[in-house]
């Protein structure tokens, strides 16, 4: 751990307002402040009391600023203490956009009265440029999407005004990889996909900017790129990028959770782990599925019933972390009439919140179904599990089809409207967990888990690289 020389460094990290980029801004505060850099995370209360708290050691130097949640000027349009993309109905999105946007005024005077080093932001807060540029303090984008969905996309010039018509004129223009990319590769988007990403990326919406816009905007001024991402992962994407943004791109690792430390008892909050775990005890090593599709992937009684079912015809013991979805009355609810019983003792459904690094640590689990965003494949694959993918929403269909492309994961198979089928999601569990048609593909998690798991690389090489970049790089003006 590189804390051998002391820093007066010190870095703003501004995530957009979603769990999905404020998870991994977290962790990269903790990455850097683990190699002497001081950084204030800024988000709203609601967001930062949500976080887990740094270890102890690392207190002085990470400070979690806490703006007070703009007030816009409808204020019915937000339910109160909804402050993250996950706390609203997605067609509401649009207005957490607009109350995000009013933090401009109080970021720039933090940025004012703490005169940092360095900004590090995410694709959304455009304005930050005019902040970089008004107090002369440079900024990086941090992209918590891989490599290969950010080189999908391409240079910001192909993102807005005529670039834009030639490179991305329609949904359809994504269900093949752009011609930029030269090698061959697979990381496209299904056309039910891109119907949806094209529509959230490239439509007007209240904010009065579009999400294209704001992205190609920060790319452009920016002084750097840092990616979530690795050399030993995706090193053809990561050497494309470079020529592709015109300005240096530095993988900062994968930033993996640390994993709960061997023969430690699990302390987990709530009753009903201990008897979850106890059960999971009794299970043969690597037999178990892990089933979970997060907070943000808002998914229909139908896709929840289906994935039930699939899970029933599989015959394979599972772990479900469901929880109750809005269109629930009660828990029960939210399965088929008759679920549980006719898989008790086989499965668990666990309703509400769930320990998920303790889960995939557990020895009794051998793959996951999950929708493939990026900080879960990170997550799963460092302990080696098999990857079964059902993606949903933005860059989770790019990496699934990189998860297959490199034997890393099966992809249930879709309808053209994306709907899927019980018989598919029990077909490609099989596949992954128990057939020997799939013993390469469990054979691959495992190598992959020397790369996604092993800390000392992420966090002394990747991590002390581009602390080597922000201690030496573009200086305060």
Request: proline content about 7%; some cysteine; hydrophobic content about 40%.
């Amino acid at each position: 751990m590189r804390v051998d020389w002391p820093s007066k460094m010190h870095v703003v990290m501004l995530p957009w307002s979603a769990f999905g980029h404020i998870i991994p801004f977290f962790q990269l505060s903790i990455a850097i402040a683990k190699a002497g850099i001081r950084v204030s995370l800024v988000s709203t209360p609601r967001n930062i009391q949500r976080l887990p708290k740094p270890q102890p050691n690392l207190s002085s130097l990470i400070k979690f600023v806490e703006l007070p949640f703009p007030i816009v000027e409808d204020g019915s349009v937000l339910p109160e203490g909804a402050e993250a993309t996950v706390d609203i109905p997605f067609e509401k999105i649009q207005y957490l956009k607009v109350a995000f946007d009013l933090l401009q005024q109080p970021l720039k005077q933090y940025v004012a009265e703490t005169s940092p080093d360095w900004i590090i932001v995410d694709f959304f807060p455009y304005w930050v440029t005019e902040v970089s540029r008004e107090y002369g303090v440079p900024f990086v984008y941090f992209s918590v999407f891989s490599a290969s969905t950010i080189a999908f996309l391409g240079p910001p010039y192909s993102l807005v005004g005529d670039g834009r018509m030639r490179d991305w004129p329609s949904p359809e223009s994504m269900t093949s990889p752009p011609e930029w990319i030269t090698f061959p590769s697979s990381v496209a988007l299904k056309d039910f996909e891109a119907k949806a990403v094209y529509t959230e990326f490239f439509t007007s919406n209240v904010s009065g900017a579009t999400t294209s816009a704001r992205y190609a905007k920060i790319i452009d001024s920016c002084e750097a790129v840092a990616v979530r991402s690795c050399v030993e992962y995706e090193g053809e994407y990561l050497n494309l990028l470079g020529n592709l943004m015109g300005k240096p791109v530095i993988p900062v690792g994968l930033l993996p959770p640390e994993k709960p430390a061997e023969g430690t008892e699990i302390q987990i909050p709530g009753g009903s782990w201990v008897g979850n775990f106890k059960w999971l005890n009794n299970q043969k090593p690597k037999s178990v599925v892990f089933v979970g599709f997060g907070s943000e992937c808002k998914l229909t009684k139908d896709q929840v019933h289906e994935i039930a079912y699939g899970l029933e015809l599989s015959e394979l013991p599972f772990l479900w972390a469901l929880r109750k979805p809005d269109w629930a009355v009660e828990d029960d609810d939210a399965v088929p009439s008759g679920f549980g019983d006719r898989t008790s003792g086989r499965g668990i459904v666990c309703k509400g919140w769930a320990p998920q690094m303790e889960i995939l640590a557990h020895p009794s689990i051998g793959g996951s179904l999950f929708h493939s965003g990026w900080g879960s494949v990170i997550e799963t694959l460092q302990f080696g599990h098999c990857l079964v993918v059902l993606p949903f929403i933005s860059d989770q269909g790019l990496n699934a089809r990189l998860l297959v492309e490199k034997g890393l994961g099966v992809e249930i198979k879709r309808g053209e409207d994306g709907s899927f089928r019980r018989e598919d999601i029990s077909k490609s569990l099989r596949l992954a967990m128990v057939s020997e048609e799939g013993e390469k593909l469990r054979m691959r998690a495992r190598e992959a888990a020397a790369i996604f798991g092993d800390q000392n690389l992420h966090q002394d090489h990747y991590i002390g690289g581009f602390v080597d970049y922000l201690k030496n790089g573009f200086a305060k003006q």
